[in-house]
């Protein structure tokens, strides 16, 4: 974690693509992609995806950080990294990516509000920038929780809802 916390992008790629020329570094390539899809911003998730993926390298080269960073940052997080990652030229499979580890590793609760956040992001009332247009920007971890769309849909009740009875014909 220490070695990719705090080191600009350019130096975790390189260090990623070192690691991963040697098969018994297999694991510390694995937590060096988790490292960063969990303790660096959205938006630097999103640039270290576009750097891990460029040809050569395959599109799925970033899916570990892909897919850490959809199973444990907040679903507002969520839904701006899958925002950044379909709305740049990056492969579908990225954002294809964070929508299939986010949908198998949430409980349904916060599927349901991941799905809303989703459907309100594809409005055309609020765009959002590509990760190129970012820049520097660092967002803390309280700016990013309550970012664009934060309380839009609020957490589905904790019982779900009661049952209709079936109509009787008459």
Not at 26 to 31: N, S, V, Y
Not at 92 to 97: A, S
Not at 115 to 129: D, F, M, N
Request: proline letters at 11%.
């Amino acid at each position: 974690r220490a070695a990719v916390a705090a080191r600009p992008l350019e130096d975790v790629v390189h260090l990623i693509t070192l690691l991963e020329q040697s098969p018994e570094y297999a694991q510390a390539t694995g937590a060096a992609l988790r490292a960063v899809g969990v303790d660096r911003s959205v938006e630097d998730v999103t640039r270290l995806v576009a750097l891990l993926t460029r040809p050569p390298r395959d599109a799925d080269s970033a899916d570990e950080a892909i897919r850490a960073a959809a199973e444990c940052r907040p679903v507002a997080d969520v839904t701006r990294l899958v925002a950044l990652l379909n709305r740049s030229e990056l492969q579908p499979h990225c954002g294809q990516e964070a929508v299939r580890a986010a949908a198998t590793g949430r409980p349904v609760e916060e599927l349901v509000e991941l799905i809303g956040r989703l459907a309100t992001e594809k409005s055309p009332q609020s765009p959002l920038p590509s990760y190129e247009d970012l820049g520097e920007e660092r967002r803390s971890e309280s700016d990013s929780s309550a970012g664009p769309g934060a309380g839009a849909f609020p957490a589905p009740p904790s019982r779900p809802p009661a049952q209709r009875r079936p109509r009787r014909a008459p």
